[in-house]
């Protein structure tokens, strides 16, 4: 597989013979190409010598003493003597860079390791085209087209260089992880910036494009969602926009504990008036609503039971939840309010904000029993907002609110 990122995409060609430039790739697996072929092909066993290239590099000009040259990229070893070693890697490595190399060229004018009173930094010609600067130029170049047509193009070049990992080879090394998520950061502003642009344009095609190419990328950043999400309301794809909603709020709980902002829940909101226009066919594909007998009230005795028979009635799949839904009121003057009108609001939200394949059902009571399929534990806050939210949003005034409790389960 051809690891080289795609310059030509960004308007760059390492393969132009007639260009005499040097190009060094940090997206992907580190290298560098020269005439469109890699001078680093046969370097042999040459890891840590390239290790020491690739960590001086980025840090663009920074004189480091050997001590912390090994510290930083092996901070696991423990070496004797760092000078001795830092020495024979970049002796190792000046010889790569002349002749030692693919081609048999001598590089070491365009590239080198500078030694300044015992320490360390690399210094690079104008001869050589960084990845990484082509990639925050055009990244930069974001706020300043205005045509839709210009900032597809654009975008196509920003994801045609950064389409793979930053230093792939390195990704989890402690000197690699700031600079990745750097990078990660720039892209997603620009992505963003794109957007913003294009959506003041009115093309939400070309929105439901760019979104779903960076969000294979990175799926957490809240913004682009956002966009995506709007642009699959725009196009009435509101069972995708539900289904994606519910997804990727719970990603971002279980991987970065954080909860929808309020842009975010005001997306949720508009598929909830949305789902309004249509109550008799919910156009997300919501939960469903079991046919087991309403109970009036529902003694305790039988939840185990009424349980047992909605999931045996509806089979959902993988780690089940079990959740008991009750309608409280905020206040005593609240408690008075028509108790069946609450139980259709709480029927509405269940049934546009749990997700197809849940089940629920009601009682002539003041709660329901849910059946939510596929839900693990670190989900169920998630799960009992999402719901609350629904309700809320049925509520002239905030008079009653949702105690939901959720509990693992599994049939005996």
């Given at each position: 597989m051809?690891?080289?990122l795609?310059?030509?995409?960004?308007?760059?060609?390492?393969?132009a013979?007639?260009?005499?430039?040097i190009?060094?790739n940090?997206?992907?697996?580190?290298?560098?190409?020269?005439?469109?072929?890699?001078?680093?092909?046969?370097?042999?066993?040459s890891g840590k010598?390239?290790?020491?290239?690739?960590f001086?590099?980025?840090q663009?000009?920074?004189?480091?003493?050997?001590?912390?040259?090994?510290?930083?990229v092996?901070?696991?070893?423990?070496?004797i003597?760092?000078?001795?070693?830092?020495?024979?890697y970049?002796?190792?490595?000046?010889?790569?860079?002349?002749?030692?190399?693919?081609?048999?060229?001598?590089?070491?004018?365009d590239i080198s390791?500078?030694?300044?009173?015992?320490?360390?930094?690399?210094?690079?010609?104008?001869?050589v085209?960084m990845d990484?600067d082509?990639?925050?130029?055009l990244?930069?170049?974001?706020?300043?087209?205005?045509g839709?047509a210009?900032?597809?193009?654009?975008?196509?070049?920003?994801i045609?260089?950064?389409?793979?990992?930053?230093?792939?080879?390195?990704?989890?090394?402690?000197w690699?992880?700031?600079?990745?998520n750097?990078?990660?950061?720039?892209?997603?502003?620009?992505?963003n910036?794109?957007l913003?642009?294009i959506?003041?344009?009115?093309?939400?095609?070309?929105?439901?494009?760019?979104c779903e190419?960076?969000?294979?990328?990175?799926d957490?950043?809240?913004?682009?969602?956002?966009?995506?999400?709007?642009?699959?309301?725009?196009?009435?794809?509101?069972?995708?926009?539900?289904?994606?909603?519910?997804?990727?709020?719970?990603k971002?709980?279980?991987?970065?504990?954080?909860?929808?902002?309020?842009?975010?829940?005001?997306?949720?909101?508009q598929l909830?008036?949305?789902?309004?226009?249509?109550?008799?066919?919910?156009?997300?594909?919501?939960?469903?609503?079991s046919?087991?007998a309403?109970l009036?009230?529902a003694?305790?005795a039988?939840?185990?039971?009424?349980i047992?028979?909605?999931?045996?009635?509806?089979q959902?799949?993988?780690?089940?939840?079990?959740?008991?839904?009750?309608i409280?009121?905020?206040?005593?003057?609240?408690?008075?309010?028509?108790?069946?009108?609450?139980?259709i609001?709480?029927?509405f939200?269940?049934?546009?904000?749990?997700?197809?394949?849940?089940?629920?059902?009601?009682?002539?009571?003041?709660?329901?029993?849910?059946?939510?399929?596929?839900?693990?534990?670190?989900y169920?806050?998630?799960?009992?907002?999402?719901?609350?939210?629904?309700?809320?949003?049925?509520?002239?005034?905030p008079?009653?609110?949702?105690?939901i409790?959720?509990?693992?389960?599994?049939?005996?």
């Amino acid at each position: 597989m051809d690891k080289h990122l795609d310059y030509e995409a960004a308007g760059f060609s390492p393969e132009a013979g007639d260009s005499g430039k040097i190009y060094v790739n940090m997206f992907g697996f580190f290298d560098i190409l020269y005439k469109g072929s890699s001078i680093l092909r046969n370097v042999g066993n040459s890891g840590k010598s390239l290790d020491i290239l690739k960590f001086l590099i980025i840090q663009k000009g920074l004189i480091f003493l050997p001590e912390a040259i090994a510290a930083n990229v092996w901070p696991a070893n423990d070496y004797i003597d760092e000078k001795k070693v830092i020495r024979t890697y970049v002796h190792r490595l000046r010889k790569i860079l002349a002749y030692e190399n693919a081609t048999g060229l001598d590089f070491s004018a365009d590239i080198s390791v500078l030694n300044i009173k015992g320490s360390y930094k690399a210094e690079l010609s104008d001869n050589v085209i960084m990845d990484t600067d082509v990639f925050q130029d055009l990244c930069h170049q974001a706020s300043k087209e205005e045509g839709t047509a210009e900032l597809v193009r654009l975008f196509e070049s920003i994801i045609g260089l950064y389409k793979r990992n930053f230093l792939e080879e390195n990704r989890i090394d402690a000197w690699v992880v700031s600079f990745r998520n750097y990078y990660l950061r720039v892209f997603c502003q620009a992505v963003n910036t794109i957007l913003d642009r294009i959506a003041s344009n009115g093309d939400n095609s070309r929105i439901y494009d760019i979104c779903e190419q960076s969000l294979k990328i990175y799926d957490l950043d809240e913004a682009i969602n956002i966009h995506f999400l709007k642009a699959m309301i725009a196009s009435d794809q509101l069972a995708g926009a539900m289904q994606h909603y519910t997804y990727i709020t719970e990603k971002m709980h279980n991987e970065l504990k954080i909860m929808p902002s309020d842009k975010m829940r005001a997306i949720y909101g508009q598929l909830q008036i949305d789902a309004e226009e249509t109550p008799e066919a919910p156009r997300h594909g919501g939960a469903h609503q079991s046919a087991q007998a309403q109970l009036s009230p529902a003694p305790s005795a039988n939840l185990a039971d009424m349980i047992r028979n909605i999931v045996l009635e509806y089979q959902p799949s993988g780690s089940i939840a079990v959740g008991i839904v009750r309608i409280a009121p905020t206040d005593a003057e609240a408690a008075s309010a028509d108790s069946d009108e609450m139980l259709i609001n709480l029927k509405f939200a269940l049934g546009n904000s749990l997700r197809h394949g849940d089940s629920f059902v009601m009682t002539h009571d003041d709660f329901a029993v849910i059946v939510v399929q596929n839900a693990r534990e670190e989900y169920y806050e998630t799960i009992a907002q999402r719901i609350n939210d629904a309700f809320a949003r049925r509520l002239a005034n905030p008079t009653h609110e949702l105690d939901i409790k959720l509990y693992p389960a599994r049939l005996v």
